[in-house]
């Protein structure tokens, strides 16, 4: 029987949050998950990196090589199963899983969004839109969920959410920073320590 979960993280971009839960699991506070491997599709992801430092098996998988999502997904799903992955970590991943993908991993598979869905959400709301969207309709909270995902774009349970202050003359920049080191950060690591001890513990 394995004595921790085996995570794999599919991103896009720079990998803070990845680089977040990597920071979580050298601490112990992921004590029964460990990340056993990162899929992006952007080679120029800076995620990789990241992940190659901490000594994980990388994969760069774009839908250009594999014509287009369907053959991105069939080429994941392939390194998911044969890694015997238990939880799937979306961070900053900017593609819309299809409907096949969600349910094979139906309730181990989970995002990091930045807002605190319903508000700011849905297709097309990823990077800095979200943040945009916050300050353009002038909310003075805005902040981070995590959730399961599902066939609906950021309509899955909800798992963690936090909080945060907008401020007066914050730009999409600044927001984004503020809600990425006050929530995202902090709940992501905690809500994959969390399943990763649900999973172990089914185990028994």
């Given at each position: 029987m394995k004595s921790k979960a085996r995570i794999a993280v599919m991103v896009s971009s720079n990998g803070t949050n990845l680089?977040?839960?990597?920071?979580?699991q050298h601490s112990g506070l992921i004590d029964k998950g460990e990340i056993a491997l990162v899929i992006s599709n952007r080679?120029?992801?800076?995620?990789?990196e990241r992940a190659q430092n901490a000594g994980i098996e990388t994969h760069v998988i774009t839908n250009k090589s594999c014509g287009g999502l369907e053959g991105f997904e069939a080429k994941a799903m392939e390194l998911l199963d044969a890694s015997e992955i238990d939880l799937i970590v979306l961070v900053g991943f900017l593609s819309i899983l299809s409907e096949n993908f969600v349910k094979h991993y139906e309730g181990r598979l989970i995002n990091i969004h930045p807002a605190l869905i319903p508000s700011f959400c849905g297709p097309g709301m990823y990077g800095l839109k979200p943040h945009e969207a916050?300050?353009?309709?002038?909310?003075?909270v805005t902040?981070?969920?995590?959730?399961?995902v599902n066939e609906?774009?950021?309509?899955?349970?909800?798992?963690?959410?936090?909080?945060?202050?907008?401020?007066?003359?914050?730009t999409p920049e600044t927001l984004q920073r503020r809600v990425?080191?006050?929530a995202e950060w902090l709940i992501l690591p905690v809500?994959?320590?969390?399943i990763c001890k649900e999973i172990v513990a089914n185990r028994r």
């Open positions: 680089q977040a839960m990597i920071d979580a080679e120029d992801a800076y995620a990789i916050a300050l353009e309709r002038g909310v003075k902040g981070a969920t995590v959730h399961f609906i774009a950021d309509g899955g349970e909800i798992i963690a959410q936090k909080a945060v202050p907008v401020l007066d003359g914050d990425m080191e006050q809500a994959v320590a969390k």
